[in-house]
């Protein structure tokens, strides 16, 4: 038993601090000592009307002064009068924590009920006992029944933490091994986290993670293994409040041999030439040699580290580079030459111009541009692999291919892809296109700057031409326009980019007394948008 009415208010005031909840009101503090290995299970049950808050520290130097406490776990989400409980694992040796019962505002005191219970930790629970994952063993029916929520929703850096009830695997990948881990889940929304060592856990210092798909979807993430030596690495699978700490899971890990290391040059004078393929790479350890500003072309990047490679591109053809980061954001920026890498100041270069970019959704960074040769002799080109500032860097695997014009029919606004009558025509794909197409504020609502693919079709007089693409799960759009005005500030007759992954359509009615030849341009408003699709197209009275 308890009771805050006739002490006074020491902790929490004004900003709460670190992981700490706002607890203006009058508080007294508990020492507790933790067994090794043990959950601290602490209930406070409020005996008069008032608002409990609850905040654990380590010890006195981490309750600090007013507004700068340092919090191990903290907890008040009932309302006035009601039970509040807070759960600490102690996953290392025995220590002993401070327990603060305070009030939630200067007007909440009074006597209470306090509770203290102490658990096993079961093997799995934490990072500091992991249950080990042997690669081409997979674990069946994991349960999330019995297990807590010791890594907290992670809303920065490269965790993807859910607030719900979560698990711990290791998992040794040899040196120059690509790991390949797959967790899937019934019953919930699964992520799935890794870490280099226990401590980063708690941290939230991920080294990759995903949350890409939904309920009862497969994860899977890839990290290679670059170092010289055998690295044990954790897996930590975590659950979204659709759990309710129930449901099972399957978790797979898989070890081969990792792409070809390949580490990128320093400068435009000095890059790393890759040949078609896919290699393995990293900017960490790298430095800062490039500052590039939105505009010129590039993607404004900052202090990250960064790394130059060259590519030759054939007569007639293009070369697609695609970079897939683990679990950090990567920025592509494509230059023409080396002089053309701006200026040197002060060891770094800035003002380059570049020919294209790549900067796609922060939490699933997968980079790819395009470059095309449309001469009769070979040219080179430079592309920046960087990262917006310097906590983003870190391992990446870069791929390069090689794709002779010749199979890119409708390519440009300058050599449209016919069609000959209305029907359907399937297969398609905008995947190794170019953004040759951009959609002025007139014309939509979007600049659509994705690959884009361009059809003609003749539409007699009074005729109606209805156009409707359908893409395979990806967010594709379709403008209608015509030769005059097609091109990277095209105005449009019609535009549709309502759905992020269904059909799409426009239409034009030719009112003249001439046939009138409409140009269909599929397009998408990611960089990164792009894929097969179907394409229907019907001319009507």
């Known amino acids: 038993m308890g009771n805050t009415?006739?002490?006074?208010?020491?902790?929490?005031?004004?900003?709460?601090?670190?992981?700490?909840?706002?607890?203006?009101?009058?508080?007294?503090?508990y020492a507790i000592n933790i067994p090794a290995a043990t959950r601290?299970?602490?209930?406070?049950?409020?005996?008069?009307?008032?608002?409990?808050?609850?905040?654990?520290?380590?010890?006195?130097a981490a309750c600090g002064s007013p507004g700068a406490m340092t919090c191990l776990a903290s907890r008040d989400s009932a309302s006035t009068g009601n039970l509040e409980q807070l759960t600490f694992t102690n996953g290392g040796a025995a220590r002993q924590v401070l327990l603060i019962v305070d009030g939630y505002t200067a007007r909440d005191f009074g006597s209470f009920a306090l509770s203290v219970d102490f658990h096993p930790i079961l093997t799995g629970d934490t990072c500091d006992s992991p249950v080990v994952l042997t690669p081409g063993t997979p674990l069946t029916n994991q349960p999330l029944t019995g297990f807590n929520d010791d890594y907290e929703a992670s809303f920065s850096g490269r965790?993807?933490?859910?607030?719900?009830?979560?698990?711990?695997?290791?998992v040794q990948v040899p040196a120059g091994q690509r790991l390949v881990a797959t967790v899937v889940p019934t019953g919930f929304d699964a992520s799935l986290n890794l870490v280099q060592g226990a401590a980063n856990c708690t941290a939230q210092v991920c080294v990759n993670g995903v949350d890409a798909a939904g309920t009862d979807a497969q994860e899977r993430l890839t990290w290679d293994n670059l170092s010289g030596a055998a690295q044990t690495v954790l897996l930590v699978v975590d659950s979204d409040s659709s759990s309710s700490g129930t449901g099972t899971f399957n978790l797979s890990a898989t070890l081969s041999p990792a792409p070809t290391v390949v580490i990128g040059g320093d400068t435009c004078a000095s890059p790393t030439a890759l040949d078609a393929g896919t290699f393995a790479s990293t900017t960490t350890g790298r430095s800062s040699r490039f500052d590039f500003f939105?505009?010129?072309?590039?993607?404004?990047?900052?202090?990250?580290?960064?790394?130059?490679?060259?590519v030759t591109v054939p007569p007639s053809s293009l070369v697609r580079a695609t970079v897939t980061a683990?679990?950090?954001?990567?920025?592509?920026?494509?230059?023409?030459?080396?002089?053309?890498?701006?200026?040197?100041?002060d060891a770094g270069t800035v003002g380059a111009t570049c020919t294209t970019s790549s900067?796609?959704?922060?939490?699933?960074?997968?980079?790819?541009?395009?470059?095309?040769?449309?001469?009769?002799?070979?040219?080179?080109?430079?592309?920046?692999v960087d990262g917006h500032e310097q906590a983003q860097s870190g391992n990446f695997t870069i791929t390069t291919e090689v794709i002779p014009l010749s199979a890119m029919p409708g390519d440009t606004c300058q050599a449209p892809q016919v069609i000959a009558m209305s029907g359907s025509l399937t297969g398609l794909?905008?995947?190794?296109?170019l953004d040759d197409v951009e959609t002025a504020s007139s014309c939509s609502s979007f600049q659509n700057r994705g690959p884009d693919r361009v059809f003609s079709i003749v539409v007699p007089p009074g005729k109606q031409l209805t156009a409707v693409v359908i893409p395979n799960n990806w967010d594709a759009s379709i403008m209608l326009t015509e030769a005059a005005a097609c091109g990277m500030?095209?105005?449009?007759?019609?535009?549709s980019d309502s759905s992020v992954s269904g059909a799409e359509t426009a239409r034009f009615t030719n009112t003249g007394t001439t046939d009138r030849t409409i140009f269909i341009v599929v397009d998408s408003y990611s960089q990164t948008g792009h894929g097969t699709f179907d394409l229907f197209t019907a001319l009507t009275p």
């Open 489 to 495: 500030s095209s105005t449009c007759f019609d535009s």
């Open 5 to 29: 009415t006739g002490v006074l208010p020491h902790y929490g005031n004004g900003n709460p601090g670190t992981n700490c909840l706002r607890a203006e009101g009058r508080d007294v503090v």
């Open 359 to 384: 900067d796609g959704p922060r939490t699933a960074s997968i980079e790819e541009v395009v470059i095309r040769n449309t001469t009769t002799t070979p040219t080179t080109a430079l592309v920046v």
């Open 326 to 345: 683990d679990g950090w954001d990567a920025v592509l920026n494509v230059i023409a030459s080396p002089g053309a890498c701006g200026l040197s100041i």
């Open 159 to 170: 965790c993807q933490f859910h607030g719900n009830v979560d698990r711990a695997y290791s």
């Open 294 to 310: 939105d505009n010129g072309g590039c993607t404004a990047t900052s202090d990250a580290p960064d790394s130059v490679f060259s």
């Open 40 to 60: 601290l299970d602490v209930s406070v049950s409020p005996l008069t009307n008032f608002d409990v808050a609850l905040n654990l520290v380590s010890n006195a």
């Open 429 to 433: 794909t905008t995947t190794n296109y």
